[in-house]
Every structure is written in C-alpha cells, then in structure tokens.
C-alpha cells in the first residue's frame, strides 16, 4: 500500500499528524472520535477499502489525539475542528467524502457548512454526535460535577472504554459557540447516518434531531437495533463501505 505519513505544524508549531493514500474521485476523509485517534478500526478498515479500490483517503489526529503534538485537555470542539481543516487544504484540497465517527460527526457537519456542496460531495455519519458538550453532557451533570467542573475547571468522567475522560469547563463552554441543532443546518449534499439502538453514549433519538435538522433531501439514517457506539464489527464495517461506495458523488 502506497500510503504516505506526515505531520502539519498548527500556526503555534503545534504537530498534527495525517495518513493519506492516493487516489482518484472524492477523497474519503477519516474524522475521529473524542479521544479516539488514526488508528481505530473504523479508519484502518476504511484506508484498506480505499486503497484497495483505488480511492484517495485521507486520515488525521486533531492536536491532543493519537500521534499529533498538543494537549488533549486544551483542546475544544473550536480546535479541533480548525485541525482537520487545517490538514485537509494541506492533503486533500480537492471534493470530499468526510466520514465522521462520534464527535467526528460534529466536526465533519462543521466542516461541512463550511465548505459547501461544491467541497464535501457526501458526509456519512457513525453514531454522529453535534452538540453533544450541550446535549449528552451537561443534563448527565449532577451538582457535584458542576461544582469540581467550577473549582478545578476538569472532571474525570468514569468510560468504559479505558481511563477516565476528562472533561473540561472550557470544552463545555467553548462547545456552545458551534452548536447545530435543531438546525437548519446549512449543508444541503448527501448525508448517511448509522446509528446504533443499543449505543449507550448517543442515544438514537439523537440521530432522529439531526435528520431532522438537515434540510436536504438525500438524507438517510440507519438504525442498527443491536449495534454499540463503536459499530465496529465486521458486519457494522461491511455495512459503511456499502453506504460510502453508494454515495453519489
């Protein structure tokens, strides 16, 4: 596989790594989780198919993630977002496929809007959580949480996917300025949303707010009645290279 690696500097120097395999049509760009990175299944399985069937891809780290340079805890939805921008002009100046897992969702529907249908050809969805700093985190918060969240500015949120999250006040406050729902949200191309029933960090009730916040009308959502938050499985992975190879682009 002839795929390329790199790091971009942030215009503070800061390393943002990237992974990108040539290609023709649409590039397909990899987006990310909260304190997911490059590496996960989901992207990894994604570059294979690409390259496989001659597709251009692309994958990066936002700062704080992964193998880029950066504090995670510095970092906000604002930021992130600014990264993957960032390493996209660098590495894929052309029309896009922004496939966005998680939070990477948020960011590829902020990316969206503000590239437009001429830049982001098609946007896919993987349990896609816009405003989840407002929406998911903030009513799970009791008192005790707003009141260490007030004194230390940080909480370190039990996961079930390893250590504790951290999640801090400014993350929480600086996540209000790019909020999307209800919408309308100003992206108008193709968008496919999987979305599992049984995932226990973005309820799917969620998915149906953003359906309805999109205001084109090439909009799909799946639901996958036993499927996780990851939807990594190998028939969860068959499934989104179905979606992505029907995309019109």
């Not at 397909?28 to 299944?41: I, N, Y």
């Not at 260490?148 to 504790?164: D, F």
């Amino acid at each position: 596989m002839n795929e390329t690696r790199g790091t971009l500097p942030r215009p503070d120097g800061t390393p943002l790594a990237w992974a990108a395999v040539p290609g023709s049509g649409p590039t397909v760009v990899f987006l990310g989780g909260f304190r997911s990175d490059m590496e996960g299944t989901k992207a990894l399985h994604l570059r294979d198919a690409c390259a496989a069937r001659g597709r251009a891809f692309l994958r990066l780290d936002y700062s704080g993630h992964g193998a880029s340079g950066g504090d995670f805890e510095a970092g906000t939805i604002g930021t992130w977002a600014e990264d993957a921008a960032l390493v996209i002009e660098a590495q894929a100046p052309g029309p896009l496929v922004l496939v966005g897992s998680s939070m990477g969702g948020w960011i590829a529907l902020l990316l969206a809007r503000r590239l437009g249908e001429a830049r982001v050809r098609g946007l896919i969805g993987l349990a896609a959580a816009p405003d989840f700093t407002e929406a998911l985190i903030r009513p799970a918060l009791t008192e005790e949480h707003r009141a260490t969240l007030e004194r230390a500015g940080v909480l370190r949120a039990p996961s079930a996917y390893g250590e504790p999250i951290p999640i801090t006040r400014r993350l929480l406050e600086e996540g209000a300025a790019h909020l999307l729902l209800p919408g309308p949200i100003p992206y108008t191309g193709p968008v496919r949303l999987l979305q599992g029933m049984a995932d226990p960090d973005v309820p799917w009730g969620h998915a149906l707010r953003l359906v309805e916040a999109l205001p084109g009308p090439d909009v799909e959502l799946i639901l996958i009645k036993d499927g996780d938050h990851r939807l990594s499985r190998p028939h969860d992975l068959a499934l989104l290279l179905r979606v992505l190879e029907a995309i019109p682009v």
